[in-house]
């Protein structure tokens, strides 16, 4: 446990690094939030009851591998997004549907509404968190895959990855989630 939270903060430091470093000129030329804010999207697996698991939040990261058997590993930093809205970000919704074991983000009110309607309960406990709805300020495409036989929602800013899924894992693509803030710092503008 202790490897994992240590991992957790210098992944945090080391990213937050290469996106603070974003061009001020840049920003200020268009109305974007500030990178400063944007926050790591933890990605974790849980390879039984199959699910993908974002959240900001290092303590829930920390719980759901503690917790839950089979538990979730921690596999990278998706993406980086905001804690608060700021504009022109939107509420990017997490929804879970326990029976299922899946969490599902959307921003279309109208798919959040859908995925009630089915099952799915909104996360009030995991703090909201804010994308941007086109690609604007840096941002890249966040992708969305599903798997229907694992009733799996997979979220990749990844184009290989994505590829891969669909491919090889019997995912296939849902929509463009949105555009988030990218994890590497080789895909800063
Ligand atoms: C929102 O979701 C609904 C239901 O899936 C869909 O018909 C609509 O086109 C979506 N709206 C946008 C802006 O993507």
């Known amino acids: 446990m202790k490897y994992i939270i240590s991992a957790i903060f ?15 000129v840049m920003r200020s030329a268009q109305t974007c939030g500030d990178p400063s804010d944007a ?8 390879s039984s009851g199959v699910d993908h698991y974002y959240t900001t939040n290092v303590e829930l990261v920390s719980a759901s591998i503690a917790s839950s058997s089979p538990p979730y590993v921690l ?23 326990s029976s299922a074991t899946d969490n599902l983000y959307t921003t ?8 009630i309607a089915i099952g799915y309960v ?7 968190t804010y994308i941007y709805p086109t690609q604007i300020c840096g941002s890249v495409p966040f992708y969305r895959l599903y798997n229907a036989a694992k009733i799996d929602n997979f979220y990749s800013t990844s184009e290989s990855e994505r590829l891969d899924f669909i491919a090889n894992q019997g995912y296939e693509d ?16």
């Open 10 to 24: 210098f992944i945090t430091v080391a990213l937050s690094g290469a996106v603070s470093s974003s061009d001020p």
């Open 39 to 46: 926050l790591p999207f933890y990605r974790s697996y849980r």
């Open 75 to 97: 596999q990278e930093v998706a993406a980086f997004v905001f804690a608060t809205q700021e504009e022109p970000t939107i509420p990017f919704y997490r929804l879970y549907k």
């Open 108 to 115: 279309n009110t109208t798919e959040r509404d859908n995925a």
């Open 122 to 128: 909104p996360v009030a406990s995991d703090p909201f």
């Open 174 to 189: 849902v929509e463009i989630a949105g555009y988030v803030l990218p994890s590497t710092a080789s895909q800063c503008p």
